[in-house]
């Protein structure tokens, strides 16, 4: 009995639930050795505790005053912890506190604009797995054009309300999912979006508008979690992953696939040229709007022109869209494109199916 009770007493979860309500690590074990035998006085907290009465009243006055503690009037004074749901209410009385005075304080303060002088890429390390699919939640909620996901059913289910959620809101959402050994597939439970596909095996990735990517590697077993994750800014790294992830996607299992709503836009070329492909199969007449910059001058332009044709060919590494603008024949390509007249970074479809 004494080695259960002492290892729930040294228990880190109760220091962790104990330190958001001020008390420290002793005084926890202060109220839990209360809560398994009390009523005790402080000469019988003292023995059983191993420490001098007045280093343990300290901490009684610490839980008396945060109201975790009851004092008897009586001789001798005898002290005896309040039930687990009253803690509980108190424990959430504190966090709901630190939610409307704390949190939405530092959601007040805008981050000073600057601009980072670095000659190294812009990839920040996560070494916290919670973190990690935090930060996950937040890229996927802020896309706005693109959301491509990658990962196992646990990591794709995770992210499942939210893809939902972007796609209601117009948002081109891409699911790679992928097996793990120990993780089944639920395909009943597989998020509610247009585009689903399932291949040999991946990362964990979320994509947002080829702006911000998250990226972890992938699990190879159940309880297998990734010691890190890498946030990246850098768009020629998000670029290389995005064509990695292209090439995965008209290679892997279609679990459904059905054709974007027009008018939509892209932030990854490739995704916008095979979607053209497929629309023009169905004879839709399909209207480009490019916003981007000119290829020789490096000047900002955005132009608008009816598609005359989609090119994909995946072994050249050739990717670009032609139009009509204005009479003039004009070529679409990615934002490192060289031999296309226009760098595309966002190519809007519209048009008529």
């Known amino acids: 009995m004494q080695n259960s009770l002492e290892r729930l007493i040294c228990s880190e979860e109760f220091v962790q639930l104990f330190s958001i309500l001020g008390i420290s690590r002793f005084g926890c074990e ?26 343990i009243y300290y901490y009684i006055k610490e839980l008396v005053s945060k109201g975790l503690v009851e004092v008897s009037r009586g001789r001798p004074t ?3 912890a309040v039930s687990p749901s009253i803690l509980e209410k108190l424990y959430l009385e504190k966090l709901e506190f630190i939610r409307d005075n704390v949190i939405k304080r530092l959601k007040t303060i805008v981050p000073v604009e600057r601009k980072i002088m670095v000659e190294e890429p812009l990839v920040y390390v996560v070494k916290n797995w919670k973190t990690f699919l935090l930060k996950a939640r937040e890229v996927a909620n802020d896309a706005t054009k693109n959301l491509i996901v990658c990962g196992d059913f646990e990591f794709v289910n995770y992210l499942s309300e939210i ?79 995005e064509q990695d992830f292209f090439y995965k996607w008209i290679r892997s299992e279609i679990i459904r696939d059905e054709p974007v709503k027009l008018p939509t836009s892209f932030t990854v070329l490739r995704l916008a040229i095979y979607e053209t492909l497929r629309l023009r199969q169905s ?31 995946n072994g050249r590494g050739i990717a670009q869209l032609t139009i009509r603008v204005d009479g003039n024949i004009v070529s679409v390509g990615s934002q490192d494109a060289v031999i296309e007249d226009i760098a595309a970074s966002i190519v809007e479809l519209r048009g008529v199916c």
């Open 163 to 241: 893809a939902e959620l972007k796609e209601k809101e117009g948002v081109n959402t891409y699911i790679l999912l992928y097996e793990v050994p120990g993780i089944t597939i639920d395909y009943s439970n597989l998020p509610r979006v247009r585009k689903l596909r399932k291949y040999v095996s991946g990362d964990l990735m979320v994509i947002a508008d080829s702006r911000i990517a998250v990226l972890s590697q992938r699990r190879r077993g159940i309880n297998e979690k990734p010691s890190y994750g890498l946030i990246i800014e850098e768009p020629v790294i998000i670029d290389h992953i």
């Open 30 to 55: 202060v109220y839990l050795r209360l809560l398994l035998e009390g009523p005790l006085t402080l000469s019988e907290l003292s023995e059983r505790l191993g420490a001098k009465a007045s280093q």
């Open 78 to 80: 005898l002290y005896k």
């Open 283 to 313: 004879k839709c007449k399909i209207r480009v709007l490019v916003y981007g910059k000119y290829v020789k001058s490096g000047v900002n332009c955005v132009v608008e022109g009816d598609l005359l044709d989609s090119i994909l060919e």
